[in-house]
């Protein structure tokens, strides 16, 4: 349980769900981790529950940003991960959305990851032994097949999973030894799908069953996948695309 030993991880919407599972799991594997969340008490506690530090950041403000690697970079001197996983649904197809909500999950999902991505690259540019690191961008089975009653979010992921690539390639040729890969859950069972089953309950049998396996995925199962992309095992491991998702997107339901 030392994969991280050492490393310094900032995670983001580390306050609930996969990012709560993930700062939780980060911990034991040795690392130092930010809990880097909007919601305050929540995130003190997953951050007090990790043994690390809670910082308040909303993910779409650049200037917040700078603030939390200019805390990270006095505390620790040093920066081993961004898990970019702060997330938000809109819950609104094409003919629903209005602009301000279709704004705002851009600027979450999307800038957001981009932000992660940027500001983490220039703080690990300078980490003490030269440039390393490693970016991880949550985005989801949504990136291959279209939720459609979400259309602002299945944008989004899929972005993210075409930024992820671009971020990748851009580092390996500048020669800084930061990877940066893009992690795919399926249906998992976390608070982000709470309005969604409280206004229509009936859907969770469906939810289980949009993986061949028959059940949703665990935060835990997925923080399992960011703790080898964040590790040396991955040394090699940049640019790609991981699902984690019970075989939801090997075959069509049903046939
Ligand atoms: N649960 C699923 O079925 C599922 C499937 C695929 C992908 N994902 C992705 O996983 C990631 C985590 O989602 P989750 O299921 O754990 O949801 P969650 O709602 O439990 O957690 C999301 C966290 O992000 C935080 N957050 C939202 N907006 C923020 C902002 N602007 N700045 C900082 N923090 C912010 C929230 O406060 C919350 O703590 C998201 O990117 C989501 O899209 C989830």
């Known amino acids: 349980m030392e994969r991280l030993q050492g490393r310094v991880a900032i995670i983001t919407g ?28 929540l995130g003190a506690e997953i951050a007090a529950a990790t043994g690390g530090l809670f910082h308040e950041l909303d993910v779409a403000d650049d200037a917040a940003w700078a603030r939390l690697m200019a805390v990270v970079w006095r505390r620790f001197g040093r920066l081993d991960v961004v898990v970019n996983n702060a997330g938000i649904v809109s819950g609104q197809s ?16 999307l800038t957001g990851v981009m932000l992660g991505c940027r500001h983490g690259i220039s703080t690990m540019r300078k980490n003490p032994q030269g440039s390393g690191g490693a970016l991880i961008n949550i985005a989801s089975t949504a990136a291959y097949a279209a939720i459609p009653s979400d259309a602002a979010y299945s944008a989004t992921k899929s972005a993210v999973r075409m930024l992820t690539k671009a971020v990748a390639a851009h580092c390996a040729r500048s020669g800084y030894a930061i990877r940066c890969n893009s992690l795919h859950p399926g249906a998992t069972d976390t608070p982000i799908l709470r309005p969604a089953l409280d206004a229509a309950p009936h859907l969770l049998p469906v939810f289980h069953a949009m993986s061949p396996m028959g059940r949703m995925g665990r935060p835990e199962e997925i923080a399992a996948m ?27 339901p049903g046939m």
Request: hydrophobic share 50%; net charge negative; glycine share 12%.
């Open 14 to 41: 580390g306050a609930s769900g996969i990012g709560a599972a993930t700062a939780k799991r980060f911990a034991a594997e040795g690392a130092s981790v930010i809990v880097a969340d909007l919601q305050t008490d």
């Open 226 to 252: 960011a703790v080898f992309l964040a590790s040396e095992e991955a040394s090699y491991v940049t640019g790609g695309e991981f699902l984690v998702d019970g075989g939801m997107m090997a075959g069509h």
């Open 94 to 109: 094409i003919e629903d959305i209005d602009l301000a909500t279709w704004n705002r999950v851009i600027e979450v999902n």
